[in-house]
């Protein structure tokens, strides 16, 4: 095919909806239930719905003495310490005229409507002169004001981070309803590739490159929670791309290769695709990460694996992977595919000459709040990476000028999906 007969490149955003729309096609029906202490990063398969009110009873959040407002509206009053009510107790009635010495998180008795803090209290002979005249309902957290019972608190489809699951904790939930680890294959293609330890970095053969990409892709993979099963390196023969890609969608949901997915003679994904499977799309318009495949082989008995082809070169097949793998197992997961919200954020940095497609420039915050550019954008240098702490996400043709507000996507939100 003539260069001028190809098709259009995608845009970023298109290509997302069609990953999402056949990644929705494949979503991963089992689930599991797993103790909450172990559900860190898994994707919620039903509701969490809570039981109770949270909290369960109208409670301090001071140390200092419950009472009823009106009883401590003069400097000159002395009101008796009738009781003392620790959290997790339950306090008596609390008499008229009479104040209770309470500690935080514990349970307002009866009669009390307020609370003041033990910094504004003078301890005298025979009780406590307040100095400063509450107000009713001053330092009391009102029974269910953070959770009301029947209340949804966590939905289904939500990736569960810390403080979810301590909210799954705060109404009773000691197990959760996840959707099943996304199974995944992953393996290389390229004769240059080599593995570390294999040889000696002195000993390396001319052409040979040591294989990054199935460290990082791994440690991708490991990070969003799936299971990995490492097929290594393929030649690059088409044979051995047909068998590798027959083999590896026995028993996964994905198949993830880096490599292999240009327009070479020596590329031999695409048509060992098209003969095991079908091809969705091809190539998007961003810079790096141009040559991004997508699509399914079919697997012997019926049914059919996803696939994702990622550039060889490391930068290109780690931003790839952050933009488009993460929206694919975030949907077969029954989660969001949108990419993380861009964060504005002011550019210190010029890049005059833009490229005519979306680029992902590697960058990082300043000590003066103004984000740094790597000084070598290439596909290949693997450093810019682990340098940055986010990349811009600038539109086609769009040159920067130090001062310009760009979106920022933290690379911290990217890998956590």
Request: aromatic share 4%.
């Amino acid at each position: 095919m003539s260069e001028t007969a190809r098709p259009p490149l995608l845009s970023l955003d298109e290509a997302l909806a069609r990953l999402a729309a056949g990644a929705a096609a494949a979503r991963i029906a089992e689930t599991e239930t797993v103790s909450t202490f172990d559900a860190l990063g898994r994707v919620l398969a039903a509701d969490v719905v809570s039981a109770i009110d949270v909290p369960p009873a109208d409670n301090t959040s001071m140390d200092g003495y419950a009472l009823r407002a009106a009883d401590a509206q003069s400097a000159d009053v002395v009101l008796p310490v009738a009781q003392r009510i620790a959290a997790g107790h339950v306090g008596q009635p609390l008499e008229p005229g009479t104040a209770a010495r309470i500690f935080t998180g514990a349970q307002i008795p009866p009669g009390a409507d307020a609370v003041v803090m033990q910094e504004l209290v003078d301890v005298v002979d025979g009780g406590i002169r307040v100095r400063e005249a509450p107000k009713p309902g001053q330092w009391i957290r009102r029974r269910g004001e953070d959770v009301q019972a029947g209340r949804t608190v966590l939905a289904a489809g939500t990736r569960l981070t810390p403080q979810a699951l301590g909210l799954a904790a705060t109404v009773g939930a000691a197990t959760l309803t996840v959707v099943r680890r996304p199974r995944v294959a992953l393996f290389s293609t390229g004769d240059e590739l080599i593995m570390p330890g294999a040889v000696a970095p002195q000993d390396l053969p001319p052409g040979a490159i040591y294989n990054s990409n199935r460290y990082t892709l791994r440690g991708l993979l490991q990070a969003a929670g799936c299971e990995v099963t490492d097929l290594g390196i393929v030649p690059d023969r088409l044979d051995a791309t047909r068998t590798a890609l027959r083999e590896a969608a026995a028993g996964h949901d994905l198949i993830l290769t880096s490599g292999g997915v240009s327009v070479g003679e020596e590329d031999h994904i695409r048509p060992a695709l098209q003969a095991e499977g079908r091809v969705e799309l091809w190539q998007v318009a961003i810079k790096p990460g141009k040559p991004l495949a997508f699509g399914a082989v079919r697997r012997d008995g019926g049914g059919e694996a996803l696939f994702v082809g990622l550039p060889g070169n490391p930068v290109s097949s780690f931003v790839t992977f952050v933009l488009a793998v993460r929206a694919v197992l975030n949907v077969l997961q029954g989660a969001e595919a949108a990419l993380p919200r861009a964060l504005p954020m002011t550019a210190g940095f010029d890049w005059p000459k833009p490229d005519k497609r979306r680029e992902f420039l590697r960058v990082r915050v300043g000590a003066d709040g103004a984000l740094e550019l790597f000084a070598n954008q290439s596909s290949g240098v693997l450093t810019s990476v682990v340098w940055a702490d986010g990349l811009v996400d600038n539109p086609p043709g769009q040159a920067i000028r130090a001062g310009d507000r760009v979106r920022y996507l933290p690379l911290s939100t990217l890998i956590a999906g």
